[in-house]
């Protein structure tokens, strides 16, 4: 956790000390350790419903014990992986904290998984029980007989040859004695987007809460306030919405609002930030970018906090959110493996256009050049962290190849490629596979594509390459027009001339291709493969 009242980046890295306990259970120090402080106060406000429903940290903490009771008595034991696909919801928050007091793994699945794609993940994790809700346990009946690992169902609504999940918790006890877990224990296995080959199980341990802190607190401006609410529209089954915000706020005591719509949408979004009175939001660049031509039409919010991560935002998107959202963002980055590991933060100065903000204390964070050395300054090459932090992974489960593959001596390798400059802002150019090289130089997709959003005709853009005989690869263009637009000739003009006067002759797309959807990761990242291939 950051120290208090810091002057600067610098007073704070000096001061930056990391305490990692020896014994360390996320459940307990999201619910038990608030609720003996402030036990009547809102944990989880449930707007998924008409009636927003309100669960307190005492309540979480109770029923969170009672899952984990009632967990034991169907058979699942330390160290078992539990299978959570639930929509932002108090009953994803109570599975969640019980099976962290079990010492159990959890192995949370986006809501949006078919069939398929729950397979792989179940069997990748041998999951032995899964809690879902109706629509949830219908899409595993079509494929559980190929998992025979999977022994228990547990289920949200309706029971079936199902565990009911409310039933469970009445009948178990709340004296149950949580799992003495050291801070190194296996707690949750978080599954890889995919935008690199099938998605790999990222074993987490219990200290990856706790090295998170540091960046989520730069990300939502230090230490709470009376009022903080937060929310974000991000899928609690991810590193996004769980490590950067459910977990976080709950350790923090700070409320949280659980709410998520089917498909994210801009009005909805903005009505739920309003009714629900949220001040702090996480929020990825995608959602930021859909809701550019809502927000004019939004009553006055009163946000105190805006962290956001996934992809880089760009300076234009920058600037236009911090105008109608009256805040400036707090841009942070890192992956499933290793996270919150770089972060701009305005309260400390640290926000400079086109940069993700400096290296988070506690965190050593470098650009590696071709040949595995820290790059010169100004120099692109590949961000990679040291071993030795604590937000960094155990392994990739049952897969040790790629494990070794992801490291280069004492640092992870992100697979991302940045410059860092003179004053220490790490600035991001893109995914490895992403980078594009024409006529000699190296360019980025992200600020080409943070600059097509800002015209007026489009909603979504992904930029890729294409082979050229003469240029090597020229820029390319997928456009997804904002409704009511009509694709056209003039209108490619109008935008090659958009991206020209705005960043450079060389980086402006010789080949405009306009599209009826841009594909992304549950997570919000566009995949720019798609278009490659």
């Known amino acids: ?90 009953e994803a928050a109570i599975a969640h904290l019980g099976i962290y007091k079990l010492g159990a793994i959890a192995v949370p699945l986006a809501m949006q998984f078919g069939p398929e794609a729950m397979q792989h993940r179940l069997t990748a994790s041998g999951a032995r029980a899964f809690i879902a809700d109706n629509a949830g346990l219908e899409r595993l009946s079509i494929i559980h007989s190929n998992l025979p690992n999977l022994q228990i169902r547990i289920s949200i609504g309706r029971t079936g040859n199902a565990h009911n999940f409310d039933d469970l918790i009445a009948k178990a006890s709340t004296n149950y004695p949580f799992a003495n877990t050291t801070a190194d224990d296996p707690a949750m296995m978080l599954f890889t987007s995919g935008t690199t080959g099938q998605p790999k199980g990222t074993l987490h341990a219990h200290r990856v809460l706790l090295g998170h802190l540091p960046g989520i607190q730069m990300a939502q401006g230090f230490m709470p306030q009376n009022g903080d609410r937060l929310w974000t529209p991000s899928d609690w089954a991810w590193a996004g919405g769980l490590l950067n915000a459910l977990l976080p706020a709950l350790y923090f005591g700070v409320t949280v609002v659980a709410a998520r719509a089917p498909k994210f949408e801009a009005d909805w979004a903005i009505d739920l930030i309003s009714k629900a009175e949220i001040r702090n939001i996480f929020i990825p660049p995608t959602a930021l970018k859909l809701m550019q031509s809502n927000l004019s039409k939004a009553p006055k919010l009163n946000i105190r906090s805006i962290g956001s991560a996934g992809e880089a935002l760009g300076g234009q998107t920058l600037e236009w959110a911090k105008q109608h959202f009256g805040v400036s963002i707090n841009e942070f980055y890192g992956q499933t493996e290793c996270n919150a590991i770089i972060s701009a933060c305005h309260e400390l100065g640290t926000i400079k256009s086109g940069s993700m903000g400096k290296a988070v204390p506690g965190h050593n964070v470098v650009v590696l050049d071709e040949e595995g050395k820290i790059a010169k300054t100004g120099d692109v090459g590949e961000i990679a962290v040291k071993n030795d932090s604590p937000v960094m992974f155990l392994r990739y489960f049952n897969n040790d190849i790629e494990t070794a593959k992801k490291f280069k001596g004492d640092w992870l390798l992100t697979g991302d490629r940045a410059l860092c400059d003179d004053e220490g802002y790490f600035h991001f150019v893109g995914r490895n596979d992403d980078i594009i090289i024409s006529a000699g130089y190296r360019i980025g997709p992200t600020e080409i594509e943070d600059c097509l959003t800002a015209h007026p005709a489009i909603e979504l853009a992904a930029v890729t390459g294409k082979a050229d005989a003469t240029r090597t690869q020229i820029i390319v263009a997928h456009i997804k027009l904002v409704e009511n637009e009509r694709p056209s000739e003039q209108l490619k003009l109008q935008i090659r001339d958009f991206v020209k006067t705005r960043l450079s002759a060389h980086e402006y797309p010789r080949e405009i291709n306009f599209v009826d959807t841009i594909p992304m990761t549950e997570t919000g990242k566009i995949i720019r493969k798609a278009f490659r291939s």
């Open 1 to 90: 956790m950051l120290p208090e009242s810091p002057k600067s980046h610098e007073d704070l890295v000096s001061r930056f000390r990391w305490n990692i306990p020896a014994r360390f259970n996320i459940g307990v120090a999201c619910a038990d350790a608030i609720a003996s402080l402030t036990p009547d106060k809102p944990a989880i406000i449930d707007y998924s419903s008409g009636t927003p429903q309100t669960l307190s940290f005492k309540q979480l903490a109770e029923r969170s014990s009672r899952f984990a009771s009632a967990l034991d008595g169907i058979g699942i034991k330390r160290g078992d992986r539990v299978a959570i696909m639930l929509p932002q919801s108090i």
